[in-house]
Structure formats: C-alpha cells, structure tokens
T-cell receptor, first 109, second 113 residues
Framework: GQNIDQPTEMTATEGAIVQINCTYQTSGFNGLFWYQQHAGEAPTFLSY??LDGLEEKGRFSSFLSRSKGYSYLLLKELQMKDSASYLCAVMDSNYQLIWGAGTKLIIKP | EADIYQTPRYLVIGTGKKITLECSQT?????MYWYQQDPGMELHLIHY???????EKGDLSSESTVSRIRTEHFPLTLESARPSHTSQYLC????????????FGPGTRLTVL
C-alpha cells in the first residue's frame, strides 16, 4: 500500500528553527509537495520537490532524497503565525496526490 | 493568486436529505478535485475531473456523485446524507502539466444530524 508518515505534533519557540520530517512509500514518484493548513482553513502551497536536494524559499526550505523516500521542511526564524499543520503529499505514478495526516506545529513565545 | 470558491461554507442538515456542494474556479484549470478531511486527518480524494465531461472516482467516492458540464464548475452531490458524512469538504483545481500543484477553495463544513 501507499503510506506517508510524518510526526503528529511538534512544538518550537518563536525565533527558532524547526525541521518537519516526512517519509513515504508510494507506487511511483512524480514529486513531493508541502502545504500549510491553518486550523479550519484550506491548505496552501509551500513547496514542490521532484529532484534530490534542497529548495529554498525565504524562511522555508524543503529537502528531498528519493533514494531514502524522505523529505523535510525547514522553517527558520519562527513566527507565531507559523502555528499551523504542515501536510506532506506525494504524487504517485498516476499523478494523484497521496496525503500525509499532517504535522501540527505549535509555536510558543 | 488562485480564485476558487465553495458554497455553502457551513451546512447543517438532517439525515436523508439530498445536498449539493458547489465549487467554482475562475482560472480556467482543467483538473478539479473533491477531498474529504476530518480534523487532524489526511485528505481523502472523493472525485476528480480532467476536464469537461470527465469524472473519475477517488478512494472515497461511494454515496456521492459529481458532474463537469462547464470548465469552471464542479458540484458534488450527496443523494442521501448520513451522520457519517459529517466532515470538511475541500474543492481544488490544478494547473495543466505534470506538476499538479493544487489550489484549494475555503471548504464546506457539513454536519448531518
């Protein structure tokens, strides 16, 4: 079967750095997405990785290792508004997104 | 900026009622999707469409139907609502090509009593 694993919840301090990990087992791979979802709202796109390596976009970076079935999302200079769930999703061989359950990130002052 | 709309935003109905959740997008995207999401859980694909007159079933398609008569409109219908249908329903659309980045509407929170 297809499976996406990410921690259920993480806590970090305002101004710090946090890394959210995602491991996956899917039938084929055509890219990995990270989305941010605030409570009660729709997911919004953060990043897309299809090749190995690090993609940086402002305070957020995303890393991919296809051979290990592994990705992480790195958030720097954390702000209170970063408190949200972070969803990892993998596009399988049919170009359908397989979603993880999300990691709830709690930011403390 | 993606423009995708869903109505109603909140709906409380009784068991056995037929309901239609509306979704419209103004970007001209060919691909559209319906997801169901319970709190703290992953998104489950209900239905999707590659374009006009195209509809496909996802993992969770039973008891609901969709139609795609116009590019911009992708309504979801529950023929007979049950308490197990209580959930958040998210509509999304995506750009053409392989990247498949999806833009989401604000969602409909459905409660079936």
């Amino acid at each position: 079967g297809q499976n996406i694993d990410q921690p259920t919840e993480m806590t970090a301090t305002e101004g710090a750095i946090v890394q959210i990990n995602c491991t996956y087992q899917t039938s084929g791979f055509n890219g990995l997405f990270w989305y941010q979802q605030h409570a009660g709202e729709a997911p919004t796109f953060l990043s897309y990785n299809v090749l190995d390596g690090l993609e940086e976009k402002g305070r957020f970076s995303s890393f991919l290792s296809r051979s290990k079935g592994y990705s992480y999302l790195l958030l720097k200079e954390l702000q209170m508004k970063d408190s949200a769930s972070y969803l990892c999703a993998v596009m399988d061989s049919n170009y359908q997104l397989i979603w993880g359950a999300g990691t709830k990130l709690i930011i403390k002052p | 900026e993606a423009d995708i709309y869903q109505t109603p935003r909140y709906l409380v109905i009784g068991t056995g009622k037929k309901i239609t959740l509306e979704c419209s997008q103004t970007m001209g995207h060919d691909k559209m999707y319906w997801y169901q999401q319970d709190p703290g859980m992953e998104l489950h694909l209900i239905h999707y469409s590659y374009g006009v007159n195209s509809t496909e079933k996802g993992d969770l398609s039973s008891e609901s139907t969709v139609s795609r008569i116009r590019t911009e409109h992708f309504p979801l219908t529950l023929e007979s609502a049950r308490p197990s249908h209580t959930s958040q329903y998210l509509c999304a659309s995506s750009l053409p090509g392989d990247r498949n980045e999806q833009f989401f509407g604000p969602g409909t929170r459905l409660t079936v009593l």
